[in-house]
């Protein structure tokens, strides 16, 4: 299945917004219980500790292995859950101090896999309004002036 990877610091696809925000995880493939030989399907009540439009930091205390398909719910402020196929990318498996000060709990890093237009629509539209107002892009709908060439 998979293995435990830890996190690569490098530079990422999409800028990583601070949102803790209550998420319901569930594993995509069963595992097997090695003492009764049953398949079971994990599912746990999580938070993330950070939000992009490629993916989420989710803190929790039983990690799973990266490489790991899930479900993630995630309960937006607009009373309605968005739902999003994903991809364990890397596991934090223990305290770590990545700033002086302050320790980063446990957990994993996932990549959404698969998502509707209309699901990364609703993503884009929350992680905007979180940004300060100087910093939100322009709307790709507003008229854009373009350079005149004069013609000879």
Do not use: C
């Not at 890397?90 to 957990?107: A, F, I, K, N, V």
């Not at 994993?108 to 509707?116: C, K, L, N, V």
């Amino acid at each position: 299945m998979g293995v435990w990877r830890q996190p690569n610091m490098g530079i990422q696809r999409f800028s990583r917004i601070t949102a803790t925000l209550p998420v319901r995880i569930s594993t995509v493939d069963p595992e097997t219980d090695p003492s009764t030989g049953k398949h079971f399907f994990r599912s746990s009540e999580e938070a993330t500790a950070n939000l992009s439009q490629g993916g989420a930091y989710v803190r929790s205390w039983e990690p799973l292995e990266a490489g790991r398909r899930v479900v993630v719910d995630i309960d937006l402020p607009d009373a309605r859950d968005l739902q999003l196929v994903a991809r364990v990318a890397w596991t934090q498996r223990q305290l770590r101090s990545s700033r002086p000060g302050e320790l980063d709990s446990p957990g994993y890093g996932i990549e959404f896999s698969e998502a509707s237009s209309m699901e990364l629509a609703r993503l884009e539209r929350y992680l905007d309004s979180l940004k300060p107002r100087d910093e939100k892009p322009r709307s790709i709908d507003a008229p854009m002036a373009l350079p005149v060439t004069p013609q000879p």
